[in-house]
Nanobody, 122 residues
Framework: QVQLVESGGGLVQAGDSLRLSCVVS??????MGWFRQAPGKEREFAAA????????SYEDSVKGRFTISRDNAKNTVFLQMSSLKPEDTAVYYC?????????????????WGQGTHVTVSS
């Protein structure tokens, strides 16, 4: 059984940094993604990384501020978030897919974590 468990969310002020972690059990490899869902809005893509970790992709609003990385030896994916803004406030979800290439579409991911809350105050 595949399980994804996120951690690292919290309440921070604008300009602060946070690092989210996602531990994957039950499978290895495959592309991973971070998505986020703000209150009253649909889930949206934030960042993704290929199975090898060589290639990454980002949503435009987080480019230059967020960095996705993975440690395959520990089955863990990270999202380092810097220069946080109030509009980054959302529940952040980790997701895994069976292919090595990334996707920006939630429907392309097979497994999801329970989410971790990030609140950025102004």
């Amino acid at each position: 059984q595949v399980q994804l468990v996120e951690s690292g969310g919290g309440l921070v002020q604008a300009g602060d940094s946070l690092r989210l972690s996602c531990v994957v059990s039950g499978r290895t490899g495959g592309a991973m993604g971070w998505f986020r869902q703000a209150p009253g809005k649909e889930r949206e893509f934030a960042a993704a990384i290929t199975g090898s970790g060589r290639f990454t992709s980002y949503e435009d609003s987080v480019k230059g501020r967020f960095t996705i990385s993975r440690d395959n030896a520990k089955n863990t994916v990270f999202l380092q978030m810097s220069s946080l803004k109030p509009e980054d406030t959302a529940v952040y979800y980790c997701a895994a897919r069976g292919f090595m290439t990334t996707s920006t579409l939630p429907k392309d991911y097979d497994y999801w974590g329970q989410g971790t809350h990030v609140t950025v105050s102004s």
